[in-house]
């Protein structure tokens, strides 16, 4: 049986970034850069004014105050309408093409009167409040790398560059299968005995959330042709998540059909808790996650090992989240044995991270993963874990560094 860490480099070793497709720039949002992106010019493509003011010759204004003609206004968008002369001017706005003779623009609050003459009322150095051709942006240079998640400031050096169409890697398309007699689907009136199949929309809106396609394949229930039938349609996804089904149960019959349809299973169970069940097989290229049917397990095993792969199929590089630092506010109580997944609710006291338990941690208890923003890492041989110890952690989500506004 697999340790937590075992597992997750066993399965981020069989998944590979799946192939490149061209979206426009503001579809690449979120996605993974495939190639390096040169640029085609460089930026600024001339030399223009970093300030609303006055275009002049350093030279000239050695000693201030002193007053300037002025001969020309060049505004944003204009175009040069010829060059500083000694003793000259030309008013100029933020982003204009610098006119021949200026080395220095002194900016509008640093001069007074307008119209004919402008005087200068303090001291300039040449090249003062010029962008310069080039200096941000060189022709040729790689301007986004290949493996970069773009973000708003990458969306805007491609826009910067005409680059409305690029290559990202594809977002995975997710097969999510619930399994069971017990479950009903969303809107159907509960009864005793039947439980709505919530597995699949925690499941597809985690997949959404880590930016891959979700596709819903409903319930396959506890007879192997209805397995059977509905596996074969996720096998035709990119990758398959099954929920439930996967542990020792006379009706649990994930792991059979799957093996039945040529699914090579790469390892069942793994020493953690929750989420122990868990399996792992692969399809050709395609990983399929047999994740346990607790709704607390099956979230905290995709948090765990599905989400990490299905970033590196999408051409992610950093998949694993970091652990951070807690201290333990109550002490933490286990078997030892395996490594247990602790569901906190975490807050921020003079800059340490607190770690306190989000409530009763059966696995059957849905409330206290609703509460929980973090998962704590409990060490495999720890039984007794003290209240004020330092204990790893991951986040879920970014809730804990938010402030009320
Ligand atoms: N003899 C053993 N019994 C169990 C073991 C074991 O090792 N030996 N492991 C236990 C653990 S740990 C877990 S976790 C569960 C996982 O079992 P399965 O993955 O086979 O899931 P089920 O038994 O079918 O269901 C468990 C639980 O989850 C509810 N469920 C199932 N599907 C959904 C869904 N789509 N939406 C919401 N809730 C769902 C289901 O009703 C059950 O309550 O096995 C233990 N038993
Ligand atoms: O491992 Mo089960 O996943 O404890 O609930």
Redesign the pocket.
């Known amino acids: 049986m697999p340790t937590f860490e075992e597992a997750r480099r066993i399965i981020l070793g069989r998944v590979a970034p799946l192939g490149v497709e061209r979206v426009g720039v503001l579809e690449s949002l979120g996605r993974v850069i495939a190639e390096d992106i040169v640029a085609p010019w460089e930026m600024p493509l001339c030399d223009n004014s970093a300030m609303d003011g006055f275009a002049v010759r350093a030279a000239d204004c050695t000693v201030t105050p002193l007053s300037l003609k002025v001969t020309g206004y060049i505004p944003a968008g204009g175009e040069v309408c010829g060059a500083v002369e000694p003793g000259c001017a030309i008013r100029i706005m933020t982003g204009a093409p610098l006119p021949p003779g200026c080395d220095a623009v002194v900016p509008v609050e640093e001069t007074e009167g307008s119209g004919e003459t402008v005087t200068v009322t303090a001291p300039v150095s040449p090249r003062q409040h010029i962008r310069f051709k080039g200096e941000d942006v060189a022709t040729g240079e790689v301007i986004i790398p290949a493996g970069t998640l773009i973000r708003p400031p990458e969306i805007s050096m491609l826009a910067s560059f005409g680059k409305a169409i690029v290559p990202v890697y594809r977002r995975a398309r997710v097969a999510i299968l ?3 007699d ?2 009903i689907e969303l809107g159907e009136p509960p009864v005793p005995g039947k ?6 929309l925690s499941l597809a809106a985690a997949v959404r959330e880590c930016g891959a396609e979700p596709v819903i394949l409903g319930i396959a229930r506890d007879n192997r042709e209805s397995h059977r039938e509905k596996m074969t349609e996720g096998l035709r996804a990119d990758a398959l998540i099954t ?7 006379d009706r ?1 019959l994930v792991r059979d059909v799957l093996a039945e349809l040529g699914v090579e299973q790469v390892f069942w169970k793994i020493d953690i ?5 868990t399996a792992f097989a692969i399809f050709g290229a395609k990983p399929v996650f047999s ?5 607390v ?1 099956t979230m905290v095993t995709f948090e765990e090992f599905v989400r990490p792969a299905l970033l590196k199929m999408m051409g992610h590089r950093r998949v694993l989240k970091p652990f951070v630092k807690a201290v333990l506010k109550e002490e933490a109580r286990k078997k030892p044995g395996k490594i247990n997944f602790l569901r906190v609710r975490v807050t921020v006291e003079n800059g340490t991270y607190v770690a306190s338990t989000s409530g009763d941690q059966h ?2 208890i849905l409330k206290t993963m609703v509460r929980a923003n973090g998962l704590v890492v409990l060490p495999g041989e720890a039984s007794r874990v003290p209240a004020g110890t330092e204990v790893e952690m991951h986040l879920l989500g970014n809730e804990v560094e938010m402030l009320e506004g």
């Open positions: 619930s399994t069971g017990e479950l439980i709505v199949n919530s597995n699949t929920s439930a089904g996967v542990s020792a149960g649990d808790k929750p989420g122990g069940p994740l346990p049917g607790n709704p397990s696995t059957g």
